[in-house]
């Protein structure tokens, strides 16, 4: 081939493999266009993104939350674009070689977001239509926009025509070229521009949906039929930097594989409670509100939590005990484990024991004095002190299963996660903040400790290998939550370890062996580091 033979058919390339980006800019927002009027929960993007989160392996799971943290959804998010704009570029230049390679791969994406929309939980009956619509299209703007890719051999244009009547090179085939350019731009932009205007109307579309907010900020709870105690005056520290002792819900940690949160309607809600069970409970919202609804504080964890993470909150809660609904349904006594079941399909298995013995188990409807937020589990969660959220703190929980942990597992123990999940005795040091950039002089080290159904008795702090210091307690709410401790610290010129460690009520030491959070949760002494300048 000839230099401008071998240029000529690069630029056939890069034009088609654009024609490939195109056509998918346009599948992909026409079909989240047609998700977010029809089937709101199908969002092509969501479901074959949730369909990942599901078969992904445990440890890509970790990798995520441990890189971008509780941004691990815009993370995957942007993943599957930057995939599918390759994947798309790709099939542009198949169609261009090898057609219609470049079509069946459109067909194909729209037929796998088909089959994750409707293998989906709670998938409605035209659940499969945006995938559908997106993968046709993009077939068809392929087709379309490969046929007038500039210097193919059946381009439909005039210029083409006239181009081959004259000897190459000439400027009037080099304009003619030039037309036949502008005018694949122009198409090419044009689908890409449908596609975005698209998937901007979509998005507008899913905020006036949100606007269904409007439903939960209408929902009055009622006053608790008995109220927590006030939350002690030396709970709060009040040590800038220090996690308050009460998580505000925008500080909340929010963890589950929900890529569209759940919208429900209270008013179509009910909670079912069957299996192993003499009788079937079906509750109802009104019936659940009409209940002696009571406040508690309990602190959430996640078994991802990494020894200092972040993945921890504490709320006052409002719900009603869990084990007084057991009691009515009388469960059997070969029943050893409650499957609960969220609205999306996510499930969690929590002993019995854990429901129906006196710690205070529930099924909660107001965080911190409001309904649940919807990514908190509004309307309905489970919180139950002591054990990791993921084996207990169903949200947008539709369904209590009575059966047998040898008899069903639930959605992270089917992925290597341990059945039982109890929370590990843990501290953290919150303050010196990494990044504060310590002046010498008079300072704190202060933080956090809990151990759940138990109590913390003492926090130690080390500094650079030194001896362990009995750091100040704060006055705990309870045993279920987390309690704020502090000490002060002359803060010299250079680099310092600092280290902590609690000990629980019962006199349980907390473990210096580093574990990782898999498989049912991490261990060992939060360490920082830390410059102290002058
Ligand atoms: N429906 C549903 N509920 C869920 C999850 C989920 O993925 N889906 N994740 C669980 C896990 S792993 C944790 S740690 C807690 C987190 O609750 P939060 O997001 O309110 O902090 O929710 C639990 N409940
Ligand atoms: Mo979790």
């Known amino acids: 081939m000839s230099e401008p033979d071998v240029r000529a058919r690069r630029r056939r390339r890069f034009a088609a493999a654009v024609a490939g980006i195109a056509s998918a800019v346009l599948g992909a927002g026409i079909g989240e266009l047609v998700a977010a009027f029809i089937a709101p929960g199908a969002s092509p993007f969501a479901v074959i993104g949730s369909a990942l989160i599901d078969f992904a392996?445990?440890?890509?799971?970790?990798?995520?939350?441990?890189?971008?943290?509780?941004?691990?959804?815009?993370?995957?998010?942007?993943?599957?674009?930057?995939?599918?704009?390759?994947?798309?570029?790709?099939?542009?230049?198949?169609?261009?070689?090898?057609?219609?390679?470049?079509?069946?791969?459109?067909?194909?994406?729209?037929?796998?977001?088909?089959t994750a929309a409707m293998t989906r939980a709670n998938a409605g009956p035209l659940d499969w239509l945006p995938s559908a619509v997106a993968g046709a299209l993009a077939a068809v703007a392929l087709g379309m926009l490969i046929a007038r890719v500039p210097g193919r051999a059946h381009v439909p244009s005039a210029a083409y025509g006239e181009r081959l009547s004259r000897p190459q090179g000439t400027s009037d085939a080099d304009a003619g070229g030039a037309v036949q350019r502008r005018t694949f731009l122009a198409w090419a932009a044009g689908t890409a521009a449908v596609g975005v205007l698209a998937a901007v109307g979509s998005s507008l579309a899913r905020a006036g949906a949100r606007a269904g907010t409007a439903i939960r900020e209408a929902v009055k709870l009622p006053v608790p039929a008995s109220t927590a105690a006030p939350v002690p005056a030396g709970a709060e520290l009040a040590i800038a930097g220090l996690a308050p002792v009460i998580t505000p819900n925008e500080q909340f940690y929010r963890i589950d594989t929900a890529l569209l949160v759940p919208q429900i309607n209270p008013a179509d809600w009910s909670l079912r409670i069957h299996g192993l069970v003499q009788n079937e409970v079906t509750l109802t919202w009104d019936e659940l509100l009409a209940l002696p609804l009571e406040e508690s504080v309990t602190t959430l964890t996640c078994v991802s939590n990494e020894v200092g993470g972040e993945l921890i909150g504490n709320a006052l809660w409002l719900g009603y005990p869990i084990r007084n609904l057991l009691a009515q349904a009388v469960p059997n006594a070969e029943a050893d484990m409650v499957l609960s079941r969220s609205i999306d399909g996510f499930t969690a298995s929590s002993p019995i024991e854990a429901l129906t013995d006196a710690r205070n188990a529930i099924l909660a409807v107001g965080m911190n004095g409001q309904p649940l937020p919807a990514e908190h589990g509004f309307p309905v969660r489970m919180v139950v002190p002591g054990l990791y959220g993921y084996v207990s703190a169903t949200k947008w929980v539709t369904e209590l299963e009575v059966t047998r942990f040898s008899d069903a597992t639930s959605y992270w123990t089917d992925r290597g996660w341990s059945p039982r999940g109890p929370i590990k005795l843990e501290s953290r040091i919150d303050v010196p903040r990494k990044s504060q950039g310590l002046k010498a002089g008079q300072s704190v080290i202060a933080g956090v400790a809990w151990q759940q159904g138990v109590g913390v008795s003492g926090v130690e702090v080390q500094v650079d290998d030194g001896a362990w210091q009995p750091a100040t307690l704060a006055t705990p709410i309870s045993d279920d939550t987390w309690v704020q401790w502090m000490i002060p610290w002359e803060a010299t010129v250079g680099d310092h370890l600092l280290r902590c460690r609690a000990t629980s009520a019962t006199g349980e030491l907390q473990t210096e062996d580093v574990t990782g959070v898999i498989p049912d949760g991490a261990t060992g002494w939060h360490e920082r580091y830390i410059t102290v300048f002058e």
Request: proline share 7%.
């Open 57 to 114: 392996p445990p440890w890509a799971k970790e990798t995520a939350i441990s890189l971008f943290g509780t941004n691990d959804k815009t993370a995957l998010l942007v993943g599957i674009g930057i995939v599918l704009v390759a994947i798309a570029a790709v099939a542009g230049i198949l169609q261009l070689s090898l057609p219609p390679l470049g079509l069946v791969v459109m067909v194909l994406f729209g037929a796998a977001g088909v």
